[in-house]
């Protein structure tokens, strides 16, 4: 398998591009099973893939975060190329906010609860770059995971708001074999605090088996998760919601479609999950 050429700037991007369909897979690098599973999926769909790796300043409301983000890049562009990427984008950040810069993205309505509330400004950093990068790539398809499912649902309103080019397709959550949500941020956690964050997956898992015995008062469900997180107290849960999947509004009983979403810091590090708590829960299996 060839490596993937590095683009820097949108004009080295218009002389790489050939005929056919473009699918983009946009990721802040420190590249894992859960980005490979986006890079795999455009590679079937499309006729060319490009990922782009772009640690976003302005959606990192803790500027510590932004510091130990992790950015193995030569490793990022080795495993892009296994799974099917023709094209590494890697602006700089000049590339994405060129001197005199200006303009934010903010999407109302379904960014004001949970990760919105939690991370101010964090919404209008990724909304801004999401719309930069799909209008400096052009995509035919973009692939974002169903992992950050408040995020999803931002990135498809304002793609319709804005007639942002190409088609955004969700991909499922991965997990790890443990039942950890494959996240870049994974690397920072201790083997106690990652032992302990466990919970997390746990409690969305014991809500997703009361719903399927036939729970469907969400303050009993909340109960239910609260109870499992409360088991490791050092895992401090920020919220712990269910949710409209589309319009992020809390439930208070599951009658049609519902999502679970939790964000809770092990240590330094925060983590979020999401569950489908609907028919199918095609997100629940560890990864084999
Ligand atoms: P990030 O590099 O963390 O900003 O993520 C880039 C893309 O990969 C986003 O669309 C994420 O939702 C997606 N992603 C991250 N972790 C996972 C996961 N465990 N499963 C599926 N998609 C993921």
């Given amino acids: 398998m060839n490596s993937p050429v590095v683009l820097r700037t949108p004009q080295e ?12 897979v946009p990721t ?21 893939v490009i990922v782009s790796i772009f640690v976003n300043p302005t959606q990192f409301n803790d500027p510590a975060d932004l510091e130990r983000y992790p950015r193995p890049f030569e490793r990022d562009v080795t495993v892009a190329g296994e799974h099917g990427a ?16 200006a303009t934010t993205i903010h999407v109302a309505g379904v960014t004001e609860r949970w990760e919105g509330e939690h991370r101010p400004g964090h919404f209008d950093g990724v909304a801004t770059v999401v719309s930069i990068l799909l209008n400096q790539v052009r995509p ?15 990135i ?22 443990d039942g950890l949500a494959l996240s870049s941020r994974n690397v920072r956690l201790s083997p106690e605090e990652r032992e302990a964050a466990l919970v997390i997956p746990s409690s969305l898992m014991r809500i997703r088996d009361r719903v399927a015995a ?24 920020e919220y712990l919601a269910i949710v409209d999947p589309d319009t992020l509004e809390p439930l208070e009983t599951i009658d049609h ?24 829960h095609s997100d629940a299996a560890p990864r084999s």
Avoid at 87 to 93: E, F, G, L, Q, S
């Fill in 13 to 24: 991007i218009a002389r790489w591009r050939a005929a056919g369909s473009l699918g983009l």
């Fill in 28 to 48: 802040m690098g420190a590249l894992h099973e859960g980005h490979a599973s986006l890079i795999r999926r455009a590679a079937a769909e499309c006729d060319a």
């Fill in 86 to 101: 023709a094209a590494i984008y890697a602006p700089d950040v000049e590339t994405m906010y060129p001197a005199g810069h």
């Fill in 140 to 154: 035919d398809r973009s692939y974002f995971g169903e992992k950050d499912w408040q995020q999803l649902a931002m």
């Fill in 156 to 177: 498809r309103r304002m793609a319709a708001d804005l007639s942002l080019p190409g088609e955004i397709i969700g991909c499922p959550l991965i997990r790890d074999d």
């Fill in 214 to 237: 036939g729970e469907r008062s969400v303050a009993s469900l909340l109960d239910v998760g609260h109870g499992v997180l409360r088991t490791r107290p050092e895992v401090a849960v």
């Fill in 257 to 280: 479609a519902a999502r679970a979403l939790v964000a809770a810091r092990a240590g330094h590090t925060r983590l979020i999950d999401t569950m489908d708590l609907s028919a199918q």
